[in-house]
């Protein structure tokens, strides 16, 4: 049974900074290609990174590049996000997910609240 848990989450205020991490057990992290999105308040869940098994990391372009970087570390099973610069239309609940090829991504996280203040 594979789980991931997102944790870093947090009020901050525009300008400011967070990590995100999210930790996966149960299954083989190293083959998977990790993904984090977010779901602002009224508003459809949105992609924000991706980062496959190789390293190459993938970013929505419109919305966060340039100001947040995801990263890997496969010896601790873990994901991570970080974001600078934030704004205040970055608030919402941030989910990691895993998949194990293309396609729809296979294993979420309960998710974790980021606010951030102007």
């Known amino acids: 049974q594979v789980q991931l848990v997102e944790s870093g989450g947090g009020l901050v205020q525009a300008g400011g900074s967070l990590k995100l991490s999210c930790a996966v057990s149960?299954?083989?992290?190293?083959?998977?290609?990790m993904g984090w999105f977010r779901r602002a308040p009224g508003k459809e869940r949105e992609f924000v990174a991706r980062?496959?098994?190789?390293?190459?990391?993938?970013y929505n372009e419109d919305s966060v590049k340039g100001r947040f970087t995801i990263s890997r570390d496969n010896a601790k099973n873990t994901v991570y996000l970080q974001m600078n610069s934030l704004k205040p239309e970055d608030t919402a609940v941030y989910y990691c997910a895993a998949r194990s090829g293309y396609g729809a991504y296979d294993h979420w996280g309960q998710g974790t609240q980021v606010t951030v203040s102007s």
């Open positions: 980062i496959r098994w190789s390293g190459g990391s993938t």
């Open positions: 149960g299954g083989t992290f190293s083959a998977y290609t």
